[in-house]
C-alpha cells in the first residue's frame, strides 16, 4: 500500500479537472501527479531519509507528501512557528534530511544537516512537469508515510508515525472516490504540519474535491476566500470558529457564505455557545464536529448534521447536550471505554476512550502504545451514552488528585464559565501539602466587569461540592493558548508557581 | 490465487487494475472470465462474454458475504468473480466530511 494511490487515481480519472488553488493560481490533478514523480525522482538520488517541509501551506506542501510517498521516505512537516534552536534539533532527527523551506528559515538550517535544501518555489520548478510517466511506488505495508512532531506540550516532542496502511485505510474506509461535484471547493486553513492539514489533503483528493489553501488564517481572509472561492466545505480548529463569529459580530456585516454547504470542527474542544451561535448564524450549513488524535489517523467520531440540527433547542436535556458530545464513532472503528483496573465500562460510565482499526497507529518512534489486541489507549478521558453519543471529559493526564479523589478541571470550567462575567477560564492542580493537589483557577474576565474571586467559589460550592471549589483564583489578561488553540495546561500552573 | 490486503492485480483480459482491501488465502479471483494476476506478461487474452459487464473507476467490489473486498483503481471491461460468482459494488456510505 501507497498514499501515492490517491493522486494516481485521480490523476487517472480527470487529470485536468482543479485539485488546488494557491494565491488564485491552479492546478491540476494531472500536473500534481507529475510533479510528485519528478519530485520522488529527486529525492531518490539525493539519498535523504526524510522529506521534511518547513513552512505555510503551499502546492509545494503536495508535491512533497506525494512525492516522499512514491520515493518510499517518510514525510516529516515542521511546525514553521517554533524557534531556531527547537527547529534545529528536530532536523537533527530527520538527519540526512531532503528538506523544502522558506528562505529565512533555511539560513539558519545547521551545517551539512540537509542533503538537500530548497525553497518552496525551487522544488515547484525542479519537479515542474506536464506528463506523468510511468513510476512504480514501494508498496511496502509496513513503510512510514508520514512522521508528525507532537506539540510536546511536555518536554521534548514525540514523532507520531502514521504508515501508509494507516492513512489510507482511513482515507479508503471513510471517503467514496470522485464522490465531490466539480463545483466543490473545500477552505484548508490549518498548518501541513498538523495532522488536519495531511488528512485534509488526502481526503480531498480522494473525493476530488478541490482544495483552496489558505495559508495565513485571520477570520477577514477566511471570510473572503470562502466568498471569492465559492468554497463549499471548511474545516476550522475551534479557535478559528470562535474567531469567525467574534469578527462578523463586531464587523456586523452578512457575510457572504452563499456556496457554504458544510463546516466541520474539531482539533480541541468547542465552546457550546460558540457551537449554538453558529448554528443560528449559518442555518443553512450542514455542521460536522469531528474528534481525532495525531496517532490515529484523523477523525475517529462525528457529530454529523442532522444530529447538530435536532439536538439544537430540543427540550429534552438528554438530546440537546449531544451538542457537546463529538458524536458517534466511524462505522470502521470500534471504541471503548476502560477503567482503571482495565475492565470494559457499560453506557454512562467514565473512564478512559480505547480505539481500534486500520487507521490507528499509536505509535511513536521506538514506541509502540496499542495493546496486543490493537486498542490504543487515548488518554482522554469520557463515556459513551445509551444511545452510543461519546462524551469527552478532558485529558487524564490532567485530573487533579485532591486528597485522593479525582476531579476533572472540565466539570469546574463548564460551571466558572456559566458565570455572566467570565470570559475564558482555566483549572489546574498546585501542590498542596493538606492535599497533595488542590485547584487552582486562572479567569479570564469580559471587559469592564468586576468579579469577586469569592464570588466564583460561592458559585462552584453551590453547583457542585466543597471538594471542587478552587482554592487559588488569579484574573488574568489571557490564557496561554498554543496556534492551534490548544490549552498549554503547563503555563497555566506556571502562573500559580510564586 | 493468494489474496493479501493492499495487493495489486491486474485483469489479464482488459485495463482493470484492483487492489486488495479485505481477503486472505488462497482464492479464485478472475476479470472477464479469467484469473487475475500480480503482473502483466504478453498480450491480453479474450474476454468471456459472460464476464464483460465492466468495473468502475474508484468503486469497491466484494462477495456476498464480504469476505473478499477489492477497490477498483483502474477500469476495464471485464467483471470481476470469485469462484465464477459476480462481485457486487458496495453500496456507498454517507459519511459527512470532517477533513
Redesign the interface.
Known amino acids: 500500500?501507497n498514499i501515492s494511490?490517491v493522486l494516481?487515481?485521480a490523476a487517472?480519472?480527470f487529470p485536468d479537472r482543479i485539485a488546488l488553488t494557491h494565491n488564485g493560481v491552479h492546478y491540476s490533478y494531472g500536473r500534481l501527479y507529475a510533479s510528485a514523480q519528478a519530485a520522488a525522482a529527486h529525492i531518490v538520488e539525493s539519498g535523504a531519509a526524510y522529506v521534511s517541509y518547513l513552512g505555510e501551506s503551499s502546492p509545494a506542501t503536495v508535491v512533497a507528501l506525494f512525492g516522499a510517498a512514491m520515493a518510499g521516505k517518510p514525510f516529516a512537516p515542521l511546525n514553521y512557528r517554533l524557534t531556531v534552536p527547537e527547529t534545529n534539533r528536530l532536523i537533527e532527527r530527520l538527519f540526512p534530511v531532503f528538506l523544502i523551506t522558506d528562505l529565512d528559515k533555511a539560513a539558519s538550517v545547521p551545517d551539512g544537516a540537509a542533503r538537500v535544501l530548497m525553497t518552496g518555489p525551487e522544488f515547484l520548478a525542479a519537479t515542474a512537469s506536464e506528463e506523468p510517466g510511468e513510476w512504480d511506488a514501494p508498496?511496502d505495508?509496513e513503510g512510514v508515510a508520514v512522521q508528525l512532531f507532537t506539540s510536546g506540550t511536555t518536554g521534548e516532542p514525540k514523532a507520531a508515525l502514521l504508515r501508509h496502511?494507516n492513512l489510507l485505510g482511513y482515507v479508503?474506509g471513510?471517503?467514496?472516490?470522485?464522490?465531490a461535484e466539480e463545483d466543490e471547493a473545500?477552505l484548508v486553513s490549518v498548518p501541513p504540519y498538523h495532522i488536519?492539514g495531511i488528512?485534509?489533503i488526502l481526503?480531498?483528493i480522494y473525493?476530488m474535491?478541490r482544495i483552496v489553501q489558505l495559508p495565513q488564517f485571520t477570520p477577514a481572509e477566511w471570510l473572503k476566500q470562502c466568498c471569492e472561492q465559492s468554497v463549499t466545505?471548511a474545516?476550522v480548529v475551534p479557535t478559528m470558529l470562535t474567531r469567525i463569529i467574534a469578527h462578523i459580530d463586531e464587523t456586523n456585516e452578512q457575510p457572504n457564505l452563499q456556496a457554504l454547504r458544510?463546516l466541520?470542527f474539531?482539533g480541541g474542544k468547542m465552546p457550546l455557545p460558540v457551537v449554538e451561535r453558529a448554528l443560528t448564524l449559518f442555518p443553512e450549513v450542514?455542521f460536522?464536529n469531528?474528534y481525532?488524535l495525531t496517532e490515529t489517523s484523523?477523525?475517529i467520531a462525528?457529530l454529523?448534521?442532522e444530529d447538530h440540527r435536532e439536538a439544537h433547542n430540543h427540550p429534552d436535556p438528554l438530546v440537546a447536550r449531544r451538542l457537546d458530545s463529538v458524536g458517534k464513532p466511524?462505522?470502521t472503528v470500534e471504541v471503548e471505554i476502560r477503567g482503571e483496573d482495565g475492565s470494559v465500562l457499560g453506557p454512562n460510565e467514565l473512564g478512559e476512550v480505547f480505539v481500534r482499526g486500520p487507521q490507528v497507529s499509536g505509535e511513536y518512534q521506538g514506541r509502540k502504545l496499542t495493546d496486543d489486541d490493537g486498542w490504543f489507549p487515548t488518554r482522554d478521558s469520557g463515556f459513551i451514552d445509551d444511545h452510543g453519543f461519546l462524551f469527552l471529559a478532558g485529558r487524564i493526564d490532567d485530573v487533579i488528585v485532591r486528597g485522593g479523589e479525582n476531579i476533572s478541571p472540565g466539570e469546574v470550567e463548564k460551571v466558572l464559565r456559566s458565570h455572566d462575567g467570565v470570559e475564558d477560564v482555566a483549572v489546574v492542580g498546585v501542590p498542596s501539602v493538606e492535599w497533595g493537589e488542590t485547584l487552582a483557577a486562572a479567569v479570564v474576565l469580559k471587559p469592564a466587569v468586576t468579579v469577586t474571586a469569592q464570588e466564583l467559589q460561592d458559585l462552584v460550592r453551590k453547583q457542585l461540592r466543597s471538594s471542587r471549589v478552587p482554592e487559588h483564583i488569579r484574573f488574568v489578561d489571557a490564557l496561554p493558548y498554543n496556534e492551534m488553540g490548544k490549552l498549554l495546561r503547563r503555563n497555566v500552573k506556571a502562573i500559580f508557581a510564586d | 490465487m493468494q489474496l493479501k490486503?493492499?495487493?495489486?492485480l491486474h485483469s489479464s483480459v482488459c485495463d482493470t487494475d484492483v487492489?486488495v482491501?479485505k481477503g486472505s488465502g488462497d482464492v479464485a479471483l478472475t476479470c472477464g472470465g479469467a484469473e487475475m494476476v500480480t503482473a502483466r506478461t504478453g498480450a491480453p487474452g479474450q474476454i468471456d462474454p459472460g464476464f464483460a459487464s465492466g468495473t468502475a473507476?474508484?468503486?469497491r467490489y466484494q462477495t456476498d458475504d464480504g469476505s473478499v473486498e477489492l477497490?477498483c483503481?483502474?477500469p476495464g471491461k471485464g467483471t470481476l468473480a470469485v469462484h465464477g460468482v459476480a462481485l457486487e459494488i458496495k453500496a456507498?456510505?454517507a459519511?459527512?466530511?470532517?477533513?
Open positions: 500500500m494511490l494516481q487515481m487517472d480519472t508498496q505495508e496502511q479508503l471513510t471517503i467514496d472516490f470522485a464522490s473545500t488536519a488528512s485534509a481526503s480531498s473525493a474535491r466545505n474545516f458544510a466541520a474539531g450542514a460536522a469531528a481525532g484523523s477523525t462525528l454529523g448534521p466511524l462505522p | 490486503a493492499g495487493t495489486k487492489m482491501i473507476m474508484g468503486k477497490l483503481i483502474k456507498a456510505k459519511l459527512p466530511s470532517s477533513d
